[in-house]
């Protein structure tokens, strides 16, 4: 086992490290963190903060590596994912598989010795909701995969709340459907200009199973939800005006994108609603921040 890890060069590490997802996984911890601030009024544990923030992001990174080994043939199809080492066999399956499963040991380890158990468990379900649910079950069988499987990538800021608290409150599972409503305009936005794609793969995406029009309809309605899911954390009196207007900001421009893709599809249009939506998503989460502290800075 040992001489399989250290018999990898430089070149295959750096192949693995992309395996993780690195961007991907860089929001979702960027997500994760805002919880553990936003779940405790005043000085957070830092030990406590550091160990939920790295445990989190090798479980993620060992989840996003299971996915592209689990992929490795359908990567192999699409010219978005041909690159990744495990499509072009530059890393082997085995030792892709125990890199992945070290990170996801070292990763409980620390969330189950250093955090707490049910952040643990929770990372562990989110882990499997992605690497086995999602991945294996949803995405190569139902087009509706991203809505199910959205739930393991809304987790984050669910984790790293109860990794403060060592409970689930009505605040951290708010946080959870915001990411959760987020995830369909997201990944839709990418998969109508990337359907040649996955259409190439036989991966029963909604584009390609119910066309452009019907995707480009479904991203306004859930763009809508998203608007409206975000304006709760207002409504019950735990984000201020600085939040409102953000979300009502940003939500606007990702609603005026999404009703110009309806309107007029264009595949650059499409990929300018997929960068927003990660612009979106960090810009928002920034602002529930800003509002905290400036709500705890106003009080005192
Ligand atoms: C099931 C849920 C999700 C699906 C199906 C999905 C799908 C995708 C796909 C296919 C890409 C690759 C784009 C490319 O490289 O061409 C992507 C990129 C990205 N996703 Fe998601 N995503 C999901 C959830 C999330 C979550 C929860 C986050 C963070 C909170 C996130 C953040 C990102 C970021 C930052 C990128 C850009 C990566 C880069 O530029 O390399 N995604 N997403
Ligand atoms: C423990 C924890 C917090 C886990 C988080 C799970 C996780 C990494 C969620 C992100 C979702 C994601 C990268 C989807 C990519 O879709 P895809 O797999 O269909 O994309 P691909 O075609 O690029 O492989």
Redo the contacts with the bound molecule.
């Keep these: 086992m040992a001489s399989l890890t250290f018999s990898l060069h430089r070149q295959q590490w750096r192949a693995l490290w992309q395996l993780t997802?690195p961007?991907?996984v860089?929001?979702?911890v960027f997500?994760a963190v805002i919880g553990m601030l936003l779940a405790v009024p005043g000085q957070p544990d830092v030990g406590r903060m550091l160990a939920a923030t790295v445990g989190i992001a090798l479980v993620a990174g060992a989840a996003a590596m299971i996915n592209c080994l689990v992929e490795r043939t359908i990567d192999a199809r699409m010219h978005?994912t041909a690159w990744r080492a495990t499509a072009r066999g530059d890393v082997s399956p085995a030792a892709t598989l125990l890199v992945a499963l070290s990170a996801l040991g070292l990763g409980m380890a620390l969330l189950i010795g250093l955090v707490n158990a049910l952040t643990a468990w929770l990372t562990l379900a989110t882990f499997a909701g992605?690497a086995i649910v999602?991945t294996l079950l949803l995405k190569p069988n139902t087009p509706q995969n991203?809505v199910i499987?959205?739930a393991?990538?809304?987790m984050?800021p669910l984790l790293g709340w109860v990794a403060m608290t060592g409970e689930v409150s009505a605040m951290a599972m708010l946080l959870f459907l915001i990411?959760y409503t987020w995830?369909p305009p997201?990944?839709w936005a990418?998969a109508l200009y990337?359907r040649d794609d996955y259409q190439r793969a036989g991966l029963p995406m909604l584009p390609v199973t119910h066309g452009a029009r019907f995707t480009t309809l479904s991203i306004v309605l859930y763009t809508v939800l998203l608007l409206a899911v975000t304006l709760l954390p207002v409504a019950l009196r735990a984000s201020g005006a600085l939040y409102l207007l953000a979300a009502l900001l940003l939500g606007a421009r990702f609603l005026w994108l999404a009703a110009c893709l309806h309107r007029n599809y264009a595949d650059e249009l499409a990929r300018r609603c997929f960068r927003w939506s990660?612009h979106y998503?960090s810009w928002l989460f920034a602002a529930l921040l800003l509002d905290h502290y400036l709500f705890i800075a106003l009080r005192f």
């Design positions: 997802k961007r991907v860089l929001l979702i997500c978005r992605y999602y991203i499987g959205g393991s990538g809304a984050p990411i995830t997201h990944f990418l990337r990660i998503l």
